[in-house]
Nanobody, 120 residues
Framework: QVQLVESGGGLVQPGGSLRLSCAAS????????MGWHRQAPGKQRELVAT???????NYTDSVKGRFTLSRDGAKNTIYLQMNSLKPEDTAVYYC??????????????WGQGTQVTVSS
């Protein structure tokens, strides 16, 4: 079974930093896209940052300049470096990936989520 294993969440003060990691395992399927969504209390889930096959990282406007998405292709792992964190960044962060044996047979996979809390 495909698994997305997340780590790095926690409690941090405003202005602090965290680094999230997500490793895809359990499948030899190609990864066509991989990134992070988040869902804050009382709000809709939103895209935070993502890599797509053959493309550079994309970010939602609210995190541009503060968050950096990177990848280690050999380990099927992505990282989200989060700097200058704000209370409004508080959310459950979900790793996600589009994977499949070919472009016509891919599906979305989701991690269990990791809590990020930014508070004084």
């Amino acid at each position: 079974q495909v698994q997305l294993v997340e780590s790095g969440g926690g409690l941090v003060q405003p202005g602090g930093s965290l680094r999230l990691s997500c490793a895809a395992s359990g499948s030899s399927f190609s990864i066509y896209a991989m990134g992070w969504h988040r869902q804050a209390p009382g709000k809709q889930r939103e895209l935070v940052a993502t890599f797509r096959l053959g493309s550079s990282a994309n970010y939602t406007d609210s995190v541009k300049g503060r968050f950096t998405l990177s990848r280690d292709g050999a380990k099927n792992t992505i990282y989200l470096q989060m700097n200058s964190l704000k209370p409004e960044d508080t959310a459950v962060y979900y790793c996600n990936a589009l994977m499949g044996p070919n472009l016509l047979s891919m599906r979305a996979y989701w991690g269990q989520g990791t809590q990020v809390t930014v508070s004084s």
